[in-house]
């Protein structure tokens, strides 16, 4: 039985090209979606084998929905394709674990071999991403729980709110929140999202 997988990316032209292309390597793919709640939702109903990513989606970003089917359907595989070259974003995108990580710079053909080889149960980061990602180091390393954090105070939620979504306590947010302005050197929550930004932590 061939390999499932959900493609999820706000942009026509790369849904349908990735389709055909992972179809033609053998791959069942799943009728894609374009944002990241979508992603979720399908994810957690069809449980694919395989997701890949978009990471900058206008409603939640790759990570973020990674982190949600890793929830919702812990078998399934991520892998991100990014457009985004910052080192500080590749250094956490590479630090959070996951299956594949791929630039949309790379070729078509090199991209769809490796997602065929993350459905097949290989982690795949490109080269080109750990190189770039080696320049970080002025990036800290945040825990995936300070990472959802971050990007919930990045949409403008309160801690209540972003406690809500993530099943913890007002409380616990604050120190999260108190935690990542530690790392980060900063004093504001203003501060906080320019300095995050900067070092490619959350997307502009």
Known sequence: MSKTVLIADDHAFTLDGMQRALS???LEVLEPVTGGLAAIARAKALQPDVAV???AMPDATG???TFEIRRWSPATRCAILTG????GALARLIAAG????FLKSMSPDVVVAGIARVAAGETV???EARRLAAASAAAPRLSERETEVLFGIAKGRTNAEIADSLSISPKT???HRGLLMKKLGVRSTAALLVTAIRLGLIAP
């Open 173 to 175: 947010v604050e120190s």
């Open 125 to 127: 980061i490109a080269e």
């Open 24 to 26: 033609a390597a053998g």
């Open 84 to 87: 985004n070259t910052a080192p």
């Open 53 to 55: 990513l978009d990471f």
């Open 98 to 101: 996951l299956d594949g990580l």
């Open 63 to 65: 990570l973020e929905v």
